[in-house]
């Protein structure tokens, strides 16, 4: 809202500073001498999004705050989808979590009703060897629980992000091979921020004291490049988009922005249905360990200390 009513970058950073410390953060990066692109991408996570977003939009002279704006949205909305997930997951995440205490806590009750539980586990030949099982078993259940909830968490990345980035390229005027280059170059100069170079600077470094994004393209020769950009530097999606705005004869921004909320939904509705298979498989290593190791740990001790304190005839009689 501020850069679409004619406040400086600067200026805003300045405003932003005041209340949010990634802003305060970027603010004085940009008071140091780093470019625009640098400073934001030094933040990280989506920040390095936004800053590809932010050299595309500056290289193609889309309007910023157009651009920025349908892009902060983009983000929100992936963000929103994001917390979605994680509140899906966190119900069947917890319950497996709690579920692996099982043993330990009957462990604790038959000790505590005056068996010695404990004392077989360590002394006795037979309780040794459920101690050692459970454990195992207990070992397993984790790991095969946290890879379970690994598996059901969403790919890291901003779903549409492709098509966001076209969008915001061909907004200023760019030829689909001028806009695929940008792109290209957009996502190599934010990712060169962080590669050391053999002097043991950072292309970060090298960026800000040249004042610049390292291989930036300026408009003028992006336009005029020729069609020499592969069919491969188009991902496949936004080749759809393309292939219909050619055929229906309409802009290919809208498609492309309406593309990329597209695929938004698609990962929030994935996500959903990945947590909710997570909790019918979440049963099965509850089912193999989790269980097993309870009666190994907590079941079995108590029955080997009931027989070691009680005669067996007395019981018959």
């Keep these: 809202m501020l850069l679409q009513a004619g406040v400086a970058p600067h200026a805003v950073w300045t405003y932003l500073a005041v209340e ?17 692109v640098a400073a934001i991408a030094a933040r990280g996570a989506s920040w390095r999004e936004l800053a590809i977003a932010w050299a595309v939009a500056s290289a193609v002279g889309a309007a910023l705050a157009e651009a920025l704006r349908a892009f902060a949205l983009g983000l929100r909305d992936a963000a929103e989808a994001q917390d979605d ?4 997951l966190s119900e069947p995440a917890a319950t497996a979590r ?16 005056g068996f010695d539980t404990l004392g077989i586990l360590v002394t006795d030949p037979r309780g040794l060897t459920c101690l050692v099982l459970g454990l195992l078993l207990i070992v397993t259940a984790r790991l095969w629980t946290r890879r379970l909830i690994s598996r059901a968490r969403p790919a890291p990345g901003l779903p549409g992000i492709d098509a966001e980035l076209f969008a915001i390229a061909l907004s ?5 091979d001028a806009a695929a280059e940008h792109v290209r170059r957009a996502r190599l100069a934010v990712a060169a ?22 291989d930036a393209p300026t408009a003028a020769a992006a336009r005029a490049r ?5 069919a491969e530097a ?3 999606d936004v080749r759809g988009v393309l292939a219909l705005s050619r055929a229906a004869g309409v802009p290919a921004v809208e498609l492309l922005r309406a593309e990329s909320a597209g695929a938004r939904h698609r990962a929030r509705v994935e996500g959903r249905l990945r947590a909710s298979k997570l909790s019918t498989r979440l049963l099965l290593p509850l089912g193999i360990c989790t269980l097993p190791s309870f009666l190994l740990l907590a079941v079995a001790p108590l029955v080997l200390s009931i027989l070691g304190t009680t ?7």
């Design 193 to 214: 921020l962080d590669m050391p170079t053999i002097t043991g600077r950072t292309r970060a470094a090298g960026a800000a004291a040249a004042g610049r994004v390292p």
């Design 234 to 236: 188009i991902p496949a």
């Design 20 to 36: 949010d410390a990634s802003a305060a953060a970027v603010l004085n990066d940009l008071d140091r001498g780093m470019p625009q």
């Design 311 to 317: 005669h067996l005839p007395a019981l018959l009689e």
């Design 98 to 113: 709690l579920m692996m205490w099982l043993p330990a806590v009957g462990l604790l009750m038959g000790a505590g009703l």
């Design 85 to 88: 997930i994680a509140v899906a």
């Design 172 to 176: 200023g005027g760019a030829s689909i």
């Design 226 to 230: 020729g069609p020499d950009i592969p």
